[in-house]
T-cell receptor
Framework: GENVEQHPSTLSVQEGDSAVIKCTYS??????FPWYKQELGKRPQLIID?????GEKKDQRIAVTLNKTAKHFSLHITETQPEDSAVYFC???????????????FGTGTRLTIIP | EPEVTQTPSHQVTQMGQEVILRCVPI?????FYWYRQILGQKVEFLVS????????KSEIFDDQFSVERPDGSNFTLKIRSTKLEDSAMYFC??????????????FGPGTRLTVL
């Protein structure tokens, strides 16, 4: 089955600097890669996702890049703000397709702390 | 914006007791999931459900677990005889369809299960 590795486990950056979180996956059939943000005691919330037919996607200060050959994808947060502090999880899925009900396999999470 | 809801928010039970965790998925969603997150660890897939039957289950989802959609709105997870190691946050998630433009799984706020 799919295995997702995520690094680093903790990351502290100064407010205004950029943060990068990296994930690798094992199953070449995976084609959907979401990123979830989880604040303490709250539900995971989707912040951005990317499909395997795209190499990069950006949404304001957040971007995700995907390298299918190397089987890794990364989350980039620019101009970080205190409210970006949270745990971030990457995930992988073979979700595409009409009968796509496939599960998400999550990485181990990165605790991001923004230092004011 | 519609959200997945879950009840109760916190359930405390004695080892060996049965518990039922309840979820109300987003109303026009067709795919339903249960995940769990042991404190400080990653989110793990338990089971997916579509068209009134289980689509996939993980090795965690043994004979002690069952899921049901008893009516048009609720989706439940039952643990027949709880063990200490079942203590975790349980998240319900739902997804609209299986087509590629609706991959997003939306998570509920979770039920924290504590087994004493």
């Amino acid at each position: 089955g799919e295995n997702v590795e995520q690094h680093p486990s903790t990351l502290s950056v100064q407010e205004g600097d950029s943060a990068v979180i990296k994930c690798t996956y094992s199953d070449s059939a995976s084609n959907y890669f979401p990123w979830y943000k989880q604040e303490l005691g709250k539900r995971p919330q989707l912040i951005i996702d990317i499909r395997s037919n795209v190499g990069e996607k950006k949404d304001q200060r957040i971007a995700v890049t995907l390298n299918k050959t190397a089987k890794h994808f990364s989350l980039h947060i620019t101009e970080t703000q205190p409210e970006d502090s949270a745990v971030y999880f990457c995930a992988a899925s073979t979700a595409l397709g009409y009968f796509g009900n496939e599960k998400l396999t999550f990485g181990t999470g990165t605790r991001l702390t923004i230092i004011p | 914006e519609p959200e997945v809801t879950q009840t109760p928010s916190h359930q405390v039970t004695q080892m060996g007791q049965e518990v039922i965790l309840r979820c109300v998925p987003i109303s026009n969603h067709l795919y339903f999931y249960w995940y769990r997150q042991i404190l400080g660890q990653k989110v793990e897939f338990l089971v997916s459900f579509y068209n009134n039957e289980i689509s996939e289950k993980s090795e965690i989802f043994d004979d002690q677990f069952s899921v049901e959609r008893p009516d048009g709105s609720n989706f439940t997870l039952k643990i027949r005889s709880t063990k200490l190691e079942d203590s975790a946050m349980y998240f319900c998630a739902s997804r609209r369809t299986g087509t590629s433009d609706t991959d997003t799984q939306y998570f509920g706020p979770g039920t924290r299960l504590t087994v004493l």
